[in-house]
């Protein structure tokens, strides 16, 4: 079973997206609440796909993304996305991010994306 780690600064979000992929087959879940939280649990629990949100405080998803991405060529990122943040997106994928998803979503798209992204 892969391992998804959600990043989002709001709780009721990352709740939203793992209820969403609970529905679809998946269970195996790691949480942060900022780009910073995020390295640390990236490193510590490798999960095999960061669904990472662009807009936190402390440190951004793109200062995340960058930084993940550093420290494991390899990692799989999505960015989820308010609508407006074009450029940012257009600069996360330029960084290495596999894909996007805008918020608000559509459970499908993300389930879709998630499949997608895990083979």
């Keep these: 079973m892969p391992k998804i780690m959600i990043v989002d600064d709001a709780a009721f979000m990352r709740m939203m997206i793992k209820e969403n992929?609970?529905?679809?087959?998946?269970?195996?879940?790691?949480?942060?609440?900022?780009?910073?939280?995020?390295?640390?649990?990236f490193n510590e629990a490798k999960p095999d796909l960061v669904l990472l949100?662009?807009?936190?405080?402390?440190?951004?998803?793109l200062a995340a993304l960058q930084e993940i991405r550093a420290n494991d060529p390899g990692a799989q990122i999505v960015m989820c996305s308010a609508i407006g943040q074009e450029k940012m997106v257009i600069e996360a994928i330029k960084m290495g991010a596999l894909d996007f998803i805008v918020k608000p979503f559509k459970p499908?798209?993300?389930?879709?994306?998630?499949?997608?992204?895990?083979?």
């Design 21 to 41: 992929l609970k529905k679809a087959g998946f269970s195996d879940f790691v949480e942060a609440g900022n780009g910073e939280e995020a390295i640390a649990v």
């Design 53 to 61: 949100d662009i807009t936190m405080p402390v440190k951004d998803g």
């Design 108 to 119: 499908e798209r993300l389930v879709q994306t998630v499949r997608n992204v895990l083979g």
